[in-house]
Nanobody
Framework: QVQLVESGGGLVQAGDSLRLSCAAS????????MGWFRQAPGKEREFVAA????????NYADSVKGRFTISRDNAKNTVYLQMNSLKPEDTAVYYC????????????????WGQGTQVTVSS
């Protein structure tokens, strides 16, 4: 089992950048693919990005391709989401998740979830 804690959310203006972090507990971090999801008010949670266990493969939602970058540091048990050129429609609670593969997370979600961090983008 793995426990996940997100940080780095906040209030920014459109066009700004923000980096989210997700710290994982336990010794098995590198055994999991990691991903980011988000949920806007009144909407269902949606996939944002995922990264393979080694970090060699990534998967992105079309809505964030070219603007967001997911990365991981297995030595620090941490996964990151660099968000550039933020738009008001990126406003949501962002969740970190651990799963089996980056491709599977894009369809099935994660097996373990963090509590989420709020990102608000003003126009």
């Amino acid at each position: 089992q793995v426990q996940l804690v997100e940080s780095g959310g906040g209030l920014v203006q459109a066009g700004d950048s923000l980096r989210l972090s997700c710290a994982a507990s336990g010794r098995t971090f590198s055994s999991y693919a990691m991903g980011w999801f988000r949920q806007a008010p009144g909407k269902e949670r949606e996939f944002v990005a995922a990264i393979s266990r080694s970090g060699g493969s990534t998967n992105y939602a079309d809505s964030v391709k070219g603007r967001f970058t997911i990365s991981r540091d297995n030595a620090k048990n941490t996964v990151y989401l660099q968000m550039n050129s933020l738009k008001p429609e990126d406003t949501a609670v962002y969740y970190c998740a651990a799963g089996l593969t980056a491709q599977a997370m894009g369809v099935k979600g994660g097996n373990y979830w963090g509590q989420g961090t709020q990102v608000t983008v003003s126009s």
